[in-house]
């Protein structure tokens, strides 16, 4: 359902000139298939989730997700895209402070089909454990419990990949091991593709598939160039 070929991301230099972050030649994830990306700091895991959310533009080679070339389409088209395709779990789980619960999730609705699914949106929120917490904003949730929250937003536009940026580091040991089985578990029950980052081998090793960005990625992570 993904698959990468001679990928290229540089970015300008805030002094001038262009660093090459990436250079892939091939990576592909199978429809459903969950693995976990590690690697060095600064090696290019979070460009690489960017690039495949179409939220930054490749400088050259090809993203195809579900059969669309994303190097092929606009801004807008990518925006489209992703929220109709992706899923998006963030380290510092970004949701909007003066919505509750149940808002944030309707907002991953909105984003995606366009369509808000009230029933969904709280079937999500019991199924992440706060049916009871739906009405709270984030302010009055736990770290775990918002990271919560954004799982189920992230799953309410129905994707078809879902991408997971350090989902746990943020939340407490306990939480973390929940936060990952919802994760693992909803990816799962949905027949929902699942890569995620993570510096944690504890973690890496509850997946099928391990990838080490060195082993996809032709540049260094401390050569970049
Ligand atoms: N917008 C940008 N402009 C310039 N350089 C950038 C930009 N975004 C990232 N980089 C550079 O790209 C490299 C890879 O960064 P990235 O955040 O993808 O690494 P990472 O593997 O996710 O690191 P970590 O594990 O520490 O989170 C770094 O050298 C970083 O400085």
């Known amino acids: 359902m993904l698959t990468i070929e001679n990928l290229i991301?540089?970015?300008?230099?805030?002094?001038?000139?262009?660093?090459?972050?990436?250079?892939?030649?091939?990576?592909?994830?199978?429809?459903?298939e969950q693995v976990a990306?590690?690697?060095?700091?600064?090696?290019?895991?979070?460009?690489?989730?960017?690039?495949?959310?179409?939220?930054?533009?490749?400088?050259?080679?090809?993203?195809?997700?579900?059969?669309?070339?994303?190097?092929?389409?606009?801004?807008?088209?990518?925006?489209?895209?992703?929220?109709?395709?992706?899923?998006?779990?963030?380290?510092t789980f970004n949701l909007l402070p003066a919505f509750s619960a149940v808002e944030n999730v309707k907002l991953g609705m909105t984003f995606g089909s366009g369509r808000v699914d009230s029933e969904r949106a709280l079937d999500l929120l019991d199924r992440v454990g706060l049916a009871e917490r739906a009405n709270y904003r984030p302010n009055q949730l736990s770290v775990g419990q918002q990271q919560r929250v954004a799982i189920a937003r992230a799953l309410a536009g129905r994707p078809k990949l879902l991408l997971a940026?350090?989902?746990?580091?943020?939340?407490?040991?306990?939480?973390?091991?929940?936060?990952?089985?919802?994760?693992?578990?909803?990816?799962?029950s949905e027949s929902i593709a699942l890569l995620m980052v993570t510096h944690s081998m504890d973690v890496a090793d509850r997946f099928e598939r391990i990838e080490r960005l060195e082993d996809i990625n032709r540049i260094p992570a401390l050569k970049q160039s």
């Open 165 to 188: 940026d350090e989902p746990t580091a943020n939340v407490d040991p306990a939480s973390a091991d929940s936060v990952l089985d919802l994760i693992i578990d909803s990816c799962r």
């Open 37 to 91: 990306l590690i690697g060095e700091s600064g090696g290019g895991k979070t460009t690489l989730l960017h690039l495949i959310a179409g939220m930054l533009s490749a400088t050259s080679g090809s993203i195809r997700v579900d059969n669309i070339e994303l190097t092929r389409l606009s801004e807008q088209g990518r925006d489209r895209f992703r929220a109709a395709t992706i899923g998006y779990v963030f380290q």
């Open 9 to 32: 991301k540089k970015f300008q230099q805030p002094g001038g000139g262009e660093l090459t972050v990436l250079d892939v030649p091939k990576f592909e994830i199978a429809s459903a």
